[in-house]
């Protein structure tokens, strides 16, 4: 298993999208990953050049399989719901009684993925239900907090009213959120607002955003998955794998709590199994199996806390559904919406009071458990930026090439990182990534090791 990361996306068009590539250039970094190493490529998408897309469509008539995660190339390809997706967020602000939507689109440049299906399905969507469709409501925030920032910014200045906000993804949304702040729109009183993701950062925003899910983590779980047993069980690659997308709802709406379509329920069991499915949607880690087991629990310990009068059961079985979350590293607030399920069950008995008081303790404990998980987050992160920081003032002091080595022994350990390895490119002839030369950075009493790049 070989991972390549490239530069993403910036707020600013002139700064390019610089992916990781089997071959270098100045639109794109080089990394020794490609057919003479690799039985197979992933390619996360948008690609951003034609040529970029011959390359690919070439090693494959060649015979090298390629599974391409989002849409917009041709091939075998896993990619969201994006249609299905766009248009509930416009049907949801329509029933709101909104009537001009403002819509924060990707990057120009990929309007063959998912950027330019998002906004494509946007203006049809709103045509079906006779919206205003202003060109100065429309402008691409690249899918970055800056880029929403400052799109939305535009937007503003373009002077067309608008009483919501669509963006095409959760970082440009809450950028735009920010920039509706600072010209003192309230959010949703004055413009409703919607993301696409389903983010954590998204759902502990003030107010937190209501977002189109999309489960990331299981669309590259899968791609392993169909990957590895079209090369060991010679299944053929699916040329479409179309993952469900569906909406969230918080507060940035309108709404005042998450509330899923209401569901008829029969009994016990099939609530739990409707809750396991919604919640398997947003989970990273937690198992098909071990998901249903908890819903089961959360679900029979409720019955029996408004049977018995007591709330204790109940309390319990949500303390235990927190506590595997985060063992798995998931995000609390995907139990908001079993939360909500079982406050759906209510509707049909004559006392609910009882329930619901429950329920909004339940609430209570999920918010408070994603308010700590943030802040352990938040100082994660602040931890990692200082040692990144020193770690950047000590570069900037470096004269030599051992000083840098000296340097990265010293600090990487800090950060968690326990073997690193450094390599340098040298050229032969037309080709300046030819030879590599590999140094242990932290351990400098192994040898150098040099070999052809191709050979990595």
């Known amino acids: 298993m070989l991972f390549g990361c490239g530069i993403g996306p910036s707020a600013s068009p002139s700064d390019p999208y610089r992916p990781a590539w089997p071959e270098g250039s100045d639109e794109q970094d080089f990394v020794p990953i490609g057919p003479w190493n690799v039985d197979g490529l992933i390619v996360a998408l948008p690609l951003h050049s034609t040529a970029r897309a011959d390359y690919l469509r070439g090693l494959n008539e060649a015979g090298l399989p390629i599974l391409f995660i989002g849409s917009g190339e041709s091939g075998p390809t896993i990619q969201a719901d994006n249609a299905a997706g766009i248009a509930a967020a416009v049907k949801h602000l329509v029933e709101h009684g909104r009537k001009r939507i403002a ?6 440049e990929d309007m063959r993925g998912d950027s330019g299906q998002r906004l494509n399905t946007f203006r ?31 937007i503003l200045a373009g002077g067309a009213a608008f009483d919501a906000l669509i963006a095409s993804n959760d970082e440009s949304a809450i950028g735009a959120m920010d920039a509706l702040k600072q010209a003192g729109r309230r959010i949703p009183e ?173 609430r209570i404990a999920i918010s408070a ?45 800090e950060l968690g990182i326990e073997l690193a390895n450094l390599v340098i490119f040298e050229p032969e002839g037309d080709d300046p990534f030819a030879w590599s030369v590999l140094r242990n950075v932290l351990n400098t009493q192994e040898p150098l090791r040099r070999f052809r790049s191709r050979e990595f």
């Not at 819509?103 to 120009?108: I, N, Q």
């Not at 927190?322 to 609390?332: C, V």
């Not at 602040?382 to 770690?391: A, F, V």
Request: charged share 20%.
């Open 369 to 413: 458990q994603v308010q700590q998980q943030y802040y352990q987050y938040v100082l994660n992160e602040r931890w990692n930026s200082s040692r990144l920081s020193l770690l950047t003032a000590r570069f900037l002091t470096a004269l030599e090439e051992e000083q840098i080595y000296n340097i990265l022994a010293r600090y990487l350990p």
């Open 124 to 154: 049809k969507v709103s045509a079906e239900f006779g919206l205003d469709q202003d060109d100065r409501l429309t402008a691409y925030g690249r899918h970055v907090y800056d880029g929403g920032f400052a799109a939305t910014k535009q």
């Open 103 to 108: 819509f924060l689109a990707g990057s120009p």
């Open 190 to 362: 004055d413009v409703a607002v919607i993301g696409f993701d389903n983010r954590l950062d998204g759902a502990i925003y003030q107010p937190s955003l209501t977002s189109v899910h999309i489960p990331l983590f299981n669309m590259g779980y899968q791609a392993v998955e169909l990957m590895y047993n079209h090369l060991a069980e010679k299944q053929p690659l699916s040329e479409s794998t179309k993952v469900d997308t569906f909406l969230v709802i918080r507060a940035s709406c309108g709404c005042e709590a998450a509330a899923p379509t209401a569901i008829a329920v029969a009994s016990q069991q099939p609530l739990a199994r409707q809750i396991a499915a919604r919640i398997q949607k947003q989970t990273f880690d937690l198992s098909e199996n071990e998901t249903l087991a908890l819903c089961q629990n959360l679900t029979d310990a409720f019955a029996v806390s408004c049977n018995t009068g007591c709330p204790e059961v109940f309390r319990a079985a949500v303390n235990d559904a927190l506590a595997h979350t985060i063992k798995s590293q998931d995000g609390a607030h995907i139990w908001q919406d079993a939360i909500s399920m079982l406050g759906q069950s209510l509707e049909k008995n004559s006392d609910t009071y009882f329930g619901r008081k429950m329920l909004d303790e339940a």
